[in-house]
Each structure stands twice: as C-alpha cells, then as structure tokens.
T-cell receptor, first 115, second 114 residues
Framework: GAGVSQSPSNKVTEKGKDVELRCDPI?????LYWYRQSLGQGLEFLIY????????KSGLPSDRFSAERTGGSVSTLTIQRTQQEDSAVYLC?????????????FGPGTRLTVL | AQSVTQLGSHVSVSEGALVLLRCNYS??????LFWYVQYPNQGLQLLLK??????LVKGINGFEAEFKKSETSFHLTKPSAHMSDAAEYFC????????????FGGGTRLMVKP
C-alpha cells in the first residue's frame, strides 16, 4: 500500500519568507508526527497529532513554527519568517494509533534550504 | 528525560565481517527501543523494535539486537555485512509511561568495504 508522502521534496526559499510543507499519512493512521533532521541537531521531534486531541507542540523550536492537521488526515507544517537555521530535512511519520509500541512510518522528507 | 547515545558516528567494516552498532539509553524505567536505517535521500525505515517481550529481537535484512537492562544497552548486530548495508543507522527510545515521540541518538554511518 501507499506509504507516507511529503511535498515538496525540495524547497529553496529566501530568508524572511513563509513556507508550507505538506504530509499525507498512511490511510487510517490516527497518529502523525513531524521531526526535523539537521547536521547540527540530529533528529528532533517537533509536533504530534493523535486523532481529535490537542496536538503535543512541545518540540516546536519557536512561535514561527506551527502545524495543523485537517480532517484527521493531511498535515501542513508552516514556518513563518524563515531563518537560515531553519534549513534542514523535515520528516513526517504516521502510526496506526498513539500506542507507544506502534511503529512510526516515515516519509522521504522535505529538504528546506533558506538562503 | 530519556536519552540515547550511539557510540561511534562512523563505523567501517569489510564485506562479510560482523557488524556491531552500539546504543545505550538512559531511563529509570525500561523504555521501548527502536533501530531505524536511513539510505541516502530517503526517509527512515524500521529495522526492529523492542517492546518488552523477548530481549533478543530479530529484524529485517538479517539484523538483530539484544536488550540488556543491566547494561542499559540495545546494540545492533549482523553476522555478515553486505555492501547494501551501507547507510546511516539510528537508535531511538520511546518512553513506556508517557509521551509518544521518538528520541533519537546521533546516528552511526556504516561503511562497508569490498
């Protein structure tokens, strides 16, 4: 079956611009996660959605970062007023439920470059 | 807070040799543990996971890992390396009493020499 998909695969933007990154989880998965992978910080958790519950935003690095999940499926990560330190690969993952033993399935990522 | 340490950011082995990638975790309560592999320009793929059942866990592509509570370790092994095993490997921990996110180690890049 189809896996997690993300778009765009690459995004180059200028400092100060806003960007939107999209994630389509595996159909039927109720849990969705965003992570960031950068050379300096490794893999970091950003935000977690589970069903209709309020998202866990504890990993968002600043208030320039926000995310939403519409209809319990597609999610969009928005970065406002991008900075060079936002350059990274943004990975989305989904799991069948929020149970800790569930496998998280990862998408291929969006590589963001802020000039 | 949970944390994961992967000893060795780069490991090089010869084709056919044993692969050993080290992972140690810090937690007052045994967590759930995962190994993921990342090939160039791809997302992460699950190799195996420990969820408090058997301590020796077998995964895909001939990999296995053993959970050792006394050593707080979850090292990844494979008896015989293949060229196709060259990739980056991440150990991750997920608490079994709270939270849902994965906390990752720094990663180990495995190089396989012919």
């Amino acid at each position: 079956g189809a896996g997690v998909s993300q778009s765009p695969s690459n995004k180059v933007t200028e400092k100060g611009k806003d960007v939107e990154l999209r994630c389509d989880p595996i159909s039927g998965h109720t849990a969705l996660y965003w992570y960031r992978q950068s050379l300096g910080q490794g893999l970091e958790f950003l935000i977690y959605f589970q069903g209709n519950s309020a998202p866990d935003k504890s990993g968002l690095p600043s208030d320039r970062f926000s995310a939403e999940r519409t209809g319990g499926s597609v999610s969009t990560l928005t970065i406002q007023r991008t900075q060079q330190e936002d350059s990274a690969v943004y990975l989305c993952a989904s799991s069948q439920s929020g149970v800790p033993t569930d496998t998280q399935y990862f998408g291929p990522g969006t590589r963001l470059t802020v000039l | 807070a949970q944390s994961v340490t992967q000893l060795g950011s780069h490991v090089s082995v010869s084709e056919g040799a044993l692969v050993l990638l080290r992972c140690n975790y810090s937690s007052s309560v045994p967590p759930y543990l995962f190994w993921y592999v990342q090939y160039p320009n791809q997302g992460l793929q699950l190799l195996l996971k420990y969820t408090s059942a058997a301590t020796l866990v077998k995964g895909i592509n001939g990999f296995e890992a053993e959970f050792k509570k006394s050593e707080t370790s979850f090292h990844l092994t494979k008896p015989s390396a293949h060229m196709s095993d060259a990739a980056e490997y991440f150990c991750a921990v997920r608490p079994n009493n709270a939270g849902n996110m994965l906390t990752f180690g720094g990663g180990t890049r495995l190089m396989v020499k012919p």
